[in-house]
């Protein structure tokens, strides 16, 4: 129960922000004069409206966005009376449709801003310091992890790891006597700097007993590990072949909190350092999109979920619901604000139909003219948006496959981030 309770409270929360979204839209083209007729939640049949002034607003059936709708948004459109020429969006000022274009991703960024204060001085936010991803990890101090058990084989999908058990042996390094904290400074006659030189140094090994030089409460140890044989992937390759190599037992850690918390005042520089972070991350996500399409693919036809593939709504209203079920709130509300910042960016894309494109026709006609009349030569005008039907089609049609394969990757093979 607490599972569809959490999904569907954060499907409701996308619901506002897109709502929001739409809402930022109308507020801005009411305040520079542009005629707003209608402001809807959901798509398809009515449920409800009514009008004040000259908006209609109301709620539709189809719980999946919203829509504002600005007469006149391109020369091109046949939606504005005589008497609202004046007020067609197109004859405004181009800053003015910037603004009233960027009004939607605004939105959103506030919305991520406003969520990430609360949750800064309410439960905290991830340390973004801390090592983000596997490469990372392996440029940070060797500081480790002592585990009870390893698995030998990567067959082995058993829950627990039991010492005893078929493929699962009681770790090395803990019957060594290492802890969890230590430096390891030297594996064998190798010396390691960092925790990738680590697992490159064991790997490196043969199975039996090996010195590991450590370093604990300031004070430099040797311990004596029997290295154990077990089953695994290349370091840089986790889809790559498996090969029997040593273990000891160890992960990487660190002595630096997780999650820091902060004072009400404390929280408002923070929101916005984690919010740059979420930004720079979500750039380098969207470049990296086109090369996920096959494991999204490969998902769906049997392989395993690749946890770095891109996710739906659908995939994110799921991982919320498990957050809500383990109780960790903090998951459902960080991923409702790197949700946000990754809508708020998609749409400020230079492409037709979303905003951005809107945006970038917008200042290429304010540059083609001033060039233009640099040059003594007539205004070109305004650009045709007929002309660009084919390619807002082609954008339309990409965006809607890729949506289609990661809504059916997400229901067939979804992500789960408590596995």
Known sequence: MLFWLGAGAFALTILISVSLHELGHMITGKRFGMKVTKYFVG???????????????GLKLIPLGGFCKIVGMTPQDDDVAPEDQHRAMWRFPVWKRTVVMAAGSIAHFMLALVGAWVMAWSIGLPNIDLPQSASEQRAAPAMIYVGDCIRTSLTDTSEDCVPGQASAKASPAKAA???????????????VANYGQLTD???AQPAGTTPFEYVRGGQTATAQVDLVTAERTPIDDPTGPVTQVAVAGVSWT????????????????????????LVENS????????????????????????????????GASRIGGEAIEKGVPEVFWQVFISLNVFIGLFNLLPLLPVDGGHIAIAWFEAARSWLYKRFRRP?????????????????????????????????INPISIFK
């Open 254 to 277: 660190t002595d630096q909190p997780a999650v820091i918390e902060y004072s009400v005042l404390g929280a408002v520089p923070a929101s916005g350092q984690f919010n740059w972070y």
């Open 177 to 191: 006597g290492l802890q969890t904290g230590d430096l390891i400074t030297k594996v064998g006659t190798t010396a």
């Open 201 to 203: 140094a064991i790997r």
């Open 43 to 57: 798509f398809g049949p009515t449920i409800f409206s009514f009008h004040r002034g000259e908006t209609e607003y």
């Open 379 to 411: 205004d070109p005008g305004r650009v045709d948006y007929y002309k660009l039907m084919p390619v807002t089609y082609a954008v339309i049609l990409v965006g809607g496959a890729f949506t289609l394969l990661t809504v059916t990757a997400d229901i």
């Open 283 to 314: 750039i380098k996500a969207m470049a990296r999109i086109p090369e996920k399409v096959p494991a999204l693919w490969n998902s769906i036809t049997g392989d395993e979920r690749d946890p770095d593939t891109p996710i739906s709504v659908v």
